[in-house]
């Protein structure tokens, strides 16, 4: 069984910056892709960021440029730096993996990112 569980996440001012880390547990299987996603109260989940195995990236328009994503692949763990943060940032932002050997969907429960004005 995999489990991922995030953290980093907090209560900080707009402009300012929050570093979130996704990291695996339990049965670890081979990752192509992890990435991260948020969803506000009332909103649908949305993408943030991707990465996969050989270090590819992609970011919603809204991030680009203020938010990096970056893993490790031996440890499969994920990491996103968040700059410039803005009030609109405020979400839940989830982990996503995805399993090589069976393509299976993996999350873990979320962080809150608060920005305040």
């Known amino acids: 069984q995999v489990q991922l569980v995030e953290s980093g996440g907090g209560l900080v001012q707009a402009g300012g910056s929050l570093r979130l880390s996704c990291a695996a547990s339990?049965?670890?299987?081979?990752?192509?892709?992890m990435g991260w996603y948020r969803q506000a109260p009332g909103k649908q989940r949305e993408l943030v960021a991707t990465?996969?195995?050989?270090?590819?990236?992609n970011y919603a328009d809204s991030v680009k440029g203020r938010f990096t994503i970056s893993r490790e692949n031996t440890k499969n763990t994920a990491y996103l730096q968040m700059n410039s943060l803005k009030p609109e940032d405020t979400c839940v932002y989830y982990c996503?993996?995805?399993?090589?050997?069976?393509?299976?969907?993996?999350w873990g429960p979320g962080t809150q990112v608060t920005v305040s004005s």
């Open positions: 996503n993996a995805r399993a090589i050997n069976n393509g299976r969907d993996y």
């Open positions: 990465i996969t195995t050989g270090g590819s990236t």
């Open positions: 339990g049965t670890i299987f081979r990752f192509n892709v």
